[in-house]
């Protein structure tokens, strides 16, 4: 599998204005990685071309794990972090289906289910965006949908993962009940939506390709609000996008190497464990 790097400098709109990031890219034949660098961000993104022969899965631990060994277990060659957990009691907050079956249910973490904060916002939570991939005969094809969304004619729920908000076409924060206003005033932000932070996501292009993008945060105005990260996946071309868990559960493997979403306070990458990720074979 051949490597080859080039930088040059690249000119990218975001919602903050024009600004100047410093792109790198490592590839083999059919996959292409690149990081761009902004003041105090770095961001990785890797490019899985719809007819590429490789297989995309989902690996679910049973204890919380980092990334790293998650992905040597299942010999990927890249990995993501993927869903939402609870880590007082290492139980999934996100549906996940692996190989068709049912593989991690949030409806059996009392934490979530009886938590009476959580009550009035219940239904839209278990609504919330997942990312598909569906079998349909001898055909595979990707979606982000919400949970109750139906499936296509012919088709069959291969693997999924919930997170979200889903970023594309729309971010629906609110529909999904991470954001909620009373009287117009915000009493409820789960994820900090309109806060730098490390992030997570997919997106899916209009040519059928998978885009996977983590944020590092890698100082203390570092990092991407969520409309920023919605816009960052649309300028690299996906029309469907999805927001992980992020923040230190934000992690990105590949061919080997390891990065982290987050640094403590004396620099070090936060290692977080997690429930579930993207894997790559």
Known sequence: MNRFSRWFLLFFASLTGLVLLTLSIRANPSLEYKTFD???????????PANSGYRVGIAVSENLEPLKNIAEKNKAIAAMNAGYFDPKNGQTTSFIIRNGRLVADPRKNDRLMKNPDLQPYLSRILNRGEWRQYRCGNKFQYSID??????????EIL????????????????????????????IRDSIGVNQRNARSAIGITKD?????????????????????????????????????????????????????????????????????????Y
């Open 38 to 48: 902004r003041p105090g961000t770095r961001i990785h993104t890797l490019l899985i």
């Open 146 to 155: 919400s949970r109750n969304s139906p499936i296509p004619s012919g088709c």
């Open 159 to 186: 693997n999924s993962v919930g997170a979200g908000p889903v970023l594309l076409p729309k971010l629906t924060a609110r529909e999904e009940a991470f954001t909620v206003y009373e009287k117009g005033k915000l």
């Open 208 to 280: 059928g390709d998978l885009l996977w993008v983590m944020v590092e945060k890698k100082s203390i105005n570092g990092g991407f609000t969520l409309p920023e990260l919605a816009n960052f996946v649309k300028g690299m071309g996906a029309i469907e996008a999805l927001n992980l868990d992020g923040g230190s559960s934000s992690s990105f493997y590949y061919q080997g190497i390891s990065e982290y979403g987050q640094i403590d306070k004396d620099g070090a990458p936060v290692k977080r464990p997690i429930k579930s990720a993207l894997i790559l």
